[in-house]
């Protein structure tokens, strides 16, 4: 596959699949990620949304090599034009790489949470994390404590500044912002914004869409397993008209401050999904061709689409 | 018919800070309110102790005037934010729904809970598709006052969307008090009557 000029991350075609056991010795492939692709370039936040368990977490658990040893990866990871191979992996997590978890039981419940922010880093970056504990809001104290002292939103915090801590190039951030009050969520992204633009990159992987139309360049949007839409944050911003895929504007539809109205309907199981188009069953423009095969990506008015019908 | 918090006093051990000093609040029946505040201010404490789950140093937890039963089914049912944690991981679901009384295929219809997903174990659904079960479960049981705790904050907006419209939904035809812990302002204004602001009651923590 060959590189686009300037990208830090390029994924093409990616699949996930696990390998698991359903009656005694019989062996079932199950696929979570298919066809997947996403480019992230230096200077950019990249906002990825959509539907729980349509597999956000597992790409950023992909792309740092951290999936159980069940798992199958097919398909190719570019970082910086070069193939990202598990020992590459390797080499870069924690340095280059740095992962923001999706959830609090990530920190150590045995060690005070100031040394965990600091890491393996020697000598300890102590004030660089006393500096961004105090911007986050959290009481000096607060680095002698353990994780069982701490609110939900504390440790997020302490989580996302372990993160900012490392001088990664790529940051993966899965859900960074929930449990945290609105002023401190906007620090966080104002955060991720301020690093991007000193030439880094994000990847912001979130169920709170509307702070992430304010501050990513690109959105992109997953549903069971893919990307059915990435578009400008603007386009989003704009609302259903500027968007391509009736998935995306279901999304915008289902806001609180947009109408609250949900789609009937469930994601499809991996494992169970449908022939062609995997929304095809919620879709209310669904036709013949939808449910036969699988539509290509599109590129139309700036973003890429999967869908026969979009516009 | 309300429940009431009568001059809370609460803190986590004797050498903590206090989170409620002389804190008092009104949740009445068929009313949805909100509860915000910044993180650490005692929000899932106040849902804990709102349905029993701690016990407050001074003061009254009352349901329509008498205290919570120490006995049987409990008018104020909670909804936490993580279902993953709040199931038995051993139980299939169907077992788990059975706890609030006998499964209905209307009630299954409300909560968008598919037929198949009864014979599951909790770790072969998805963080929503759990949640329903959750909401079902604490609403079926028959409660007065349901605490949701940041019930959808886990979940993408669609199917926060088709939980609150159920919640909202079953709570005005059987007019049940909604006490709902967000930290969403958008959300907040489109579910409840009436927000309140922990900041403005609980004891000032961050001194």
């Not at chain 1, 990825?48 to 040893?69: E, Q, R, T």
């Not at chain 2, 051990?13 to 009313?31: A, H, M, N, Y």
């Not at chain 2, 169907?94 to 209307?106: D, P, R």
């Not at chain 2, 959750?134 to 993408?156: F, H, W």
């Given at each position: 596959m060959e590189q686009k000029e300037g990208t830090l991350l390029e994924i093409h075609d990616l699949s996930v699949s696990f390998k698991m056991?359903?009656?005694?010795?019989?062996?079932?492939?199950?696929?979570?990620?298919?066809?997947?692709?996403?480019?992230?370039?230096?200077?950019?936040?990249?906002?990825?949304?959509?539907?729980?368990?349509?597999?956000?977490?597992?790409?950023?658990?992909?792309?740092?090599?951290?999936?159980?040893?069940?798992?199958?990866?097919?398909?190719?990871?570019h970082y910086k034009g070069q193939e990202l191979t598990p020992k590459r992996q390797q080499q870069l997590r924690g340095k280059e790489m740095a992962l923001v978890p999706q959830s609090v039981a990530f920190l150590d419940p045995l060690m005070k949470v100031g040394s965990q922010a600091d890491g393996h880093k020697r000598p300890r970056p102590k004030d660089r994390r006393k500096q961004l504990f105090r911007r986050f809001g959290l009481p000096d104290n607060t680095e002698r404590l353990y994780p069982f002292q701490l609110s939900g939103g504390m440790a997020r915090r302490v989580l996302v500044s372990a993160a900012l801590i490392t001088d990664a190039q790529l940051i993966i951030a899965d859900e960074p912002t929930p449990g945290m009050s609105l002023d401190q969520a906007l620090e966080a992204l104002k955060m991720f914004r301020q690093l991007a633009d000193e030439g880094?990159?994000?990847?912001?992987?979130?169920?709170?869409?509307?702070?992430?139309?304010?501050?990513?360049?690109?959105?992109?949007?997953?549903?069971?397993?893919?990307?059915?839409?990435?578009?400008p944050a603007s386009d989003f911003r704009d609302g259903p008209q500027a968007l391509r895929h009736p998935y995306s504007k279901a999304l915008w539809k289902a806001l609180p401050q947009n109408g609250f109205q949900p789609i009937p309907g469930f994601q499809p199981y991996a494992g169970s999904l449908p022939k062609g188009c995997l929304f095809a069953p919620r879709c209310p423009y669904r036709t013949e061709e939808c449910i036969e095969k699988t539509p290509p990506v599109r590129e139309i008015r700036g973003g890429e689409v999967r869908c026969c019908h979009g516009s | 018919?309300?429940?009431?918090?009568?001059?809370?006093?609460?803190?986590?051990?004797?050498?903590?800070?206090?989170?409620?000093?002389?804190?008092?609040?009104?949740?009445?029946?068929?009313?949805?309110?909100?509860?915000?505040?910044?993180?650490?201010?005692?929000?899932?404490?106040?849902?804990?102790?709102?349905?029993?789950?701690?016990?407050?140093?001074?003061?009254?937890?009352?349901?329509?005037?008498?205290?919570?039963?120490?006995?049987?089914?409990?008018?104020?049912?909670?909804?936490?934010?993580?279902?993953?944690?709040?199931?038995?991981?051993?139980?299939?679901?169907?077992?788990?729904?059975?706890?609030?009384?006998?499964?209905?295929?209307?009630?299954?219809?409300?909560?968008?809970?598919?037929?198949?997903?009864?014979?599951?174990?909790?770790?072969?659904?998805?963080?929503?598709?759990?949640?329903?079960?959750?909401?079902?479960?604490?609403?079926?049981?028959?409660?007065?006052?349901?605490?949701?705790?940041?019930?959808?904050?886990?979940?993408?907006?669609?199917?926060?969307?088709?939980?609150?419209?159920?919640?909202?939904?079953?709570?005005?035809?059987?007019?049940?008090?909604?006490?709902?812990?967000?930290?969403?302002q958008h959300l907040a204004r489109r579910i409840a009557a009436r927000i309140i602001d922990l900041t403005d009651i609980s004891a000032d923590v961050s001194t």
């Open positions: 056991y359903d009656h005694g010795l019989n062996q079932t492939r199950l696929q979570v990620i298919s066809d997947l692709h996403l480019t992230v370039r230096p200077g950019e936040i990249v906002a990825v949304a959509g539907s729980s368990g349509s597999g956000k977490s597992l790409l950023a658990s992909a792309i740092l090599g951290i999936l159980p040893g069940n798992a199958e990866v097919k398909g190719h990871m880094k990159a994000v990847i912001l992987i979130t169920h709170d869409i509307d702070l992430a139309f304010e501050f990513a360049d690109r959105v992109a949007v997953f549903y069971a397993g893919t990307t059915v839409e990435t578009a | 018919m309300a429940l009431e918090a009568r001059n809370l006093y609460f803190r986590y051990g004797r050498k903590q800070p206090w989170i409620f000093r002389d804190c008092s609040l009104t949740l009445e029946k068929g009313e949805c309110v909100a509860v915000s505040a910044p993180s650490g201010y005692g929000k899932t404490t106040l849902a804990l102790l709102l349905a029993g789950y701690l016990k407050p140093d001074k003061g009254k937890i009352l349901a329509d005037g008498r205290p919570l039963p120490m006995k049987g089914v409990c008018p104020v049912q909670l909804i936490c934010q993580h279902p993953e944690k709040a199931i038995n991981p051993r139980w299939k679901l169907k077992h788990v729904l059975e706890e609030s009384g006998n499964i209905t295929q209307e009630a299954l219809g409300i909560f968008g809970i598919e037929q198949a997903w009864l014979d599951r174990f909790p770790r072969e659904l998805s963080g929503g598709e759990l949640q329903r079960f959750c909401v079902a479960r604490a609403l079926l049981s028959g409660a007065d006052y349901v605490i949701c705790d940041e019930i959808s904050t886990m979940l993408d907006v669609i199917t926060q969307a088709q939980i609150w419209q159920a919640v909202l939904e079953e709570a005005r035809k059987r007019s049940m008090g909604i006490l709902a812990v967000t930290h969403n």
